[in-house]
């Protein structure tokens, strides 16, 4: 380290970066704005700003436009809240570099409100964005605009629109490979790449840089340039397809040490690689502390410390000049480095991506040329660049039949949940002493299979140590998926089930809520999905996990789908049927009097009777009764007072209930509250619904009878912990 002053400043700047962020100043994440002004942004969302365009973004039906070096007006007074994402009501054509005015609805960005939920507060913070601009509409823009910038936004659409041309239905793919543009990809296949551990390919990286910027530079040196000429054109090149490519973490990464390195080469002196590293760091942490907790520059830095670190470890512990050993080695020495962050933010990791990319990292550099070839062919020849577009299309057809091959084996990935902080430092920890022993070892004995086998058997423990989420009694969530329901349960961490799932106010609730969800906890299977009635924010997130697993897209998989036994079977009720067929999950009929067992949980199924019709889908739907020890929980659906009153003589006192239909006034009746007597309750809805749900009706009635309230719109998931006799609850959000 004493020869590496720069590594050592690094370090000391992230020490005094987590400090900052312990003692609560907002460096890293939260809204660094005076008090003063969010309080004004919160009294008057209806605003209007001013600000430079950035960037712009097509979406489906309006136009996102971001805004740097902005302010607020009011009045004669000027109020910075620096950079800002606008949603505009139509789309109209505004040129990178102008100044425009603009008024809408100013909203902060909010933080996630479910474990496991992508982060938009942190994301954009990164980018020093702290408020979205909703609804809004140009009031002026001004004449001038940046000329460059507008040239390389235009030349990044002629480059996509040649690549949309010579590469029909994989034009998306080679948007993110050559360009860095990820939003043509369609969802599903962007879950095949990540179920395949490829999905890095998709993103401009190290990679890249390294096979353009290098091979350009060799390219101009053989013309006879010299170093010097060669290295400053490569740089520049570079930086420009840096800014061009939108500037993600890993590509202002890999373009600041691909800078070092030929600076290096320019001046005739040694390149370290952790120099390099550390200087780029330090540069990105600089301009947006923020980063520090970006999975992005996390991972990024992690995969090129695992390169530097474990992977030379490795060499000296396996000796051996096998191309392919060598590749494995070094895809496990990335996967063993950044494998605590990858748990951390997405709770599972490809278990299949450590071989495919025995395949994948060989042929990645034969993609990318074909494609930045194709996208420069297409500027002089079209039908040359279709021509220079094959071998990657080939081999991206390849990338496809693989990940396909892969989703289908058992054990695909591994769903091990988020770690503690605890857990990922000793994981380091250990990881170091058994890499350091290993080495040892090799060089005293020389005994290459013996290190080997010494090495296997304690990074496995060591890698499933990460894994261990050792969980007693009874744990149930309670997700805030807005307008609609959506409760998991884990009971001693053996055996889960999920109750509902579905919304009417965020999109795709099954995939950006229920299943991130899932794999933060380490819940792999799913012992059972208990539907209460088949209403569409009830239901559409089951919907959607349900053809997830039968397109192989998760790992997550259930054994069974339990349904009301109704005669009458609706159509939402049949499309369920459908998909539980499809993605080979056993579909089970309840009733009133039946029992499901969980070890020593009990589902105790009170509603509907036999015979029941299902025509009144929120009178039909299921009531359940859940048993742990000496604890009583009701679950009760979207039942009305009519319901309840039929129930009463079956009901007793109970510790936690699910509030019927997301607090109605209509439902949980006085009669039922005084039989029942909850501890607390529970009541799923949105702050924004048109229903007017919760009640105020309903909520003095809660109160009346001393049961303690807890609401997904004011504290995000709500989490019930039980050990059988006493419980435990809180929110998300803090």
């Given at each position: 380290m004493a020869k590496r002053p720069v590594c050592v400043f690094c370090l000391l700047l992230m020490l005094f970066l987590c400090m900052t962020d312990r003692l609560g100043f907002s460096l890293i994440r939260g809204n660094p704005l005076p008090d003063s002004a969010q309080e004004w942004i919160r009294k008057h969302p209806d605003s209007t700003i001013c600000g430079e365009v950035v960037k712009c973004e097509d979406t489906e039906n309006s136009l996102s436009v971001y805004l740097k070096d902005t302010y607020l007006i009011y009045h004669s007074e000027k109020i910075s809240i620096e950079q800002v994402k606008v949603f505009l009501n139509n789309n109209e054509e505004i040129p990178v570099g102008s100044v425009i005015l603009v008024s809408g609805k100013l909203e902060e960005i909010g933080s996630p409100r479910n474990p496991g939920e992508f982060d938009s507060k942190q994301y954009y913070a990164c980018r020093h964005i702290y408020y979205y601009l909703k609804n809004a509409t140009v009031k002026k823009k001004s004449q001038s605009y940046s000329v460059y910038g507008q040239f390389l936004v235009n030349m990044r659409e002629r480059f996509e629109r040649i690549l949309e041309y010579t590469c029909g239905n994989q034009a998306a793919a080679?948007?993110?490979?050559?360009?860095?543009?990820?939003?043509?990809?369609?969802?599903?296949?962007?879950?095949?790449?990540?179920?395949?551990?490829?999905?890095?390919?998709?993103?401009?990286?190290?990679?890249?840089?390294?096979?353009?910027?290098?091979?350009?530079?060799?390219?101009?040196?053989?013309?006879?340039?010299?170093?010097?000429?060669?290295?400053?054109?490569?740089?520049?090149?570079?930086?420009?397809?840096?800014?061009?490519?939108?500037?993600?973490?890993?590509?202002?990464?890999?373009?600041?040490?691909?800078l070092l390195s030929v600076g290096a080469k320019i001046l005739g002196r040694i390149y370290d690689m952790f120099t390099g590293l550390a200087l780029s760091a330090i540069l990105i942490l600089m301009e947006s502390p923020s980063y520090l907790l970006d999975s992005g520059f996390l991972l990024?830095?992690?995969?090129?410390?695992?390169?530097?670190?474990?992977?030379?470890?490795?060499?000296?512990?396996?000796?051996?000049?096998?191309?392919?050993?060598?590749?494995?080695?070094?895809?496990?020495?990335v996967q063993l480095c950044t494998l605590p962050v990858v748990l951390w933010f997405y709770g599972e990791v490809s278990i299949a991506g450590i071989f495919l990319n025995l395949i994948v990292l060989p042929t990645a550099g034969i993609v990318l040329i074909?494609?930045?070839?194709?996208?420069?062919?297409?500027?002089?020849?079209?039908?040359?660049?279709?021509?220079?577009?094959?071998?990657?299309?080939?081999?991206?057809?390849?990338?496809?039949?693989?990940?396909?091959?892969?989703?289908?084996?058992?054990?695909?990935?591994?769903?091990?949940?988020?770690?503690?902080?605890?857990?990922?430092?000793?994981?380091?920890?250990?990881?170091?002493?058994?890499?350091?022993?290993?080495?040892?070892?090799?060089?005293?004995?020389?005994?290459?299979?013996?290190?080997?086998?010494?090495?296997?058997?304690?990074?496995?423990?060591?890698?499933?140590?990460?894994?261990?989420?050792?969980?007693?009694?009874?744990?149930i969530t309670c997700l805030d998926v807005g307008q609609g329901d959506g409760i998991v349960a884990d009971v001693q961490g053996k055996w889960h089930f999920l109750v509902d799932g579905g919304s009417t106010s965020k999109s795709k609730a099954g995939q950006y809520v229920i299943l991130p969800f899932l794999k933060n906890q380490g819940i792999s299977r799913l012992d059972g999905i208990f539907v209460s009635h088949t209403d569409e924010d009830h239901i559409n997130g089951i919907s959607q996990l349900l053809e997830l697993m039968g397109k192989n897209l998760t790992s997550v998989k259930a054994d069974a789908l339990v349904m009301p036994l109704w005669t009458a079977k609706p159509e939402n009720y049949r499309k369920l049927e459908e998909l539980a067929k499809q993605a080979g999950v056993k579909t089970m009929y309840v009733k009133a009097g039946d029992r499901v067992r969980f070890g020593e949980t009990t589902i105790n199924v009170l509603w509907p009777p036999k015979g029941t019709t299902g025509d009144n889908i929120?009178?039909?739907?299921?009531?359940?009764?859940?048993?742990?020890?000496?604890?009583?929980?009701?679950?009760?659906?979207?039942?009305?007072?009519?319901?309840?009153?039929k129930l009463l003589g079956d009901l007793k006192d109970i510790d936690f209930l699910k509030v019927a239909?997301?607090?109605?006034?209509?439902?949980?009746?006085?009669?039922?509250?005084?039989?029942?007597?909850?501890?607390?309750?529970?009541?799923?809805?949105?702050?924004?619904?048109?229903?007017?749900?919760?009640?105020?009706?309903?909520?003095?009635?809660?109160?009346?009878?001393?049961?303690?309230?807890?609401?997904?719109?004011?504290?995000?998931?709500?989490?019930?912990?039980?050990?059988?006799?006493?419980?435990?609850?809180?929110?998300?959000?803090?």
């Open positions: 080679f948007d993110a490979i050559v360009l860095g543009d990820k939003s043509a990809l369609e969802p599903e296949e962007k879950l095949r790449y990540q179920m395949g551990g490829i999905i890095h390919i998709l993103a401009i990286s190290g990679l890249h840089i390294s096979l353009l910027g290098v091979g350009l530079y060799n390219l101009l040196k053989k013309t006879g340039l010299g170093i010097w000429p060669s290295g400053f054109i490569s740089l520049a090149i570079m930086l420009q397809y840096g800014m061009m490519t939108g500037g993600s973490v890993s590509t202002m990464r890999a373009v600041c040490m691909f990024s830095f992690g995969a090129v410390l695992g390169i530097g670190t474990v992977l030379p470890a490795l060499e000296k512990i396996i000796k051996t000049e096998n191309k392919t050993v060598k590749t494995l080695m070094a895809s496990v020495s074909s494609g930045t070839s194709a996208a420069l062919l297409g500027l002089l020849c079209l039908p040359l660049s279709k021509i220079a577009a094959l071998p990657g299309r080939a081999i991206l057809a390849m990338y496809e039949i693989l990940c396909k091959m892969a989703a289908k084996l058992p054990f695909c990935t591994w769903i091990a949940g988020r770690p503690t902080l605890l857990q990922a430092g000793i994981y380091y920890l250990l990881l170091i002493l058994i890499l350091a022993g290993g080495s040892c070892l090799a060089e005293k004995t020389g005994h290459m299979k013996v290190c080997i086998s010494f090495c296997t058997t304690f990074l496995a423990c060591t890698v499933l140590f990460l894994g261990c989420h050792p969980e007693k009694g009874l744990k929120n009178e039909d739907a299921m009531v359940f009764m859940l048993e742990y020890k000496n604890f009583q929980g009701l679950f009760t659906g979207d039942i009305g007072e009519e319901t309840e009153r239909h997301h607090g109605s006034r209509y439902s949980t009746c006085d009669k039922f509250l005084n039989v029942v007597k909850p501890e607390l309750g529970v009541i799923s809805c949105s702050s924004t619904n048109k229903y007017g749900h919760p009640s105020p009706e309903t909520i003095e009635r809660l109160n009346h009878a001393d049961c303690r309230i807890a609401y997904t719109m004011k504290t995000g998931a709500v989490t019930v912990i039980t050990n059988g006799n006493t419980i435990e609850y809180g929110g998300f959000v803090s």
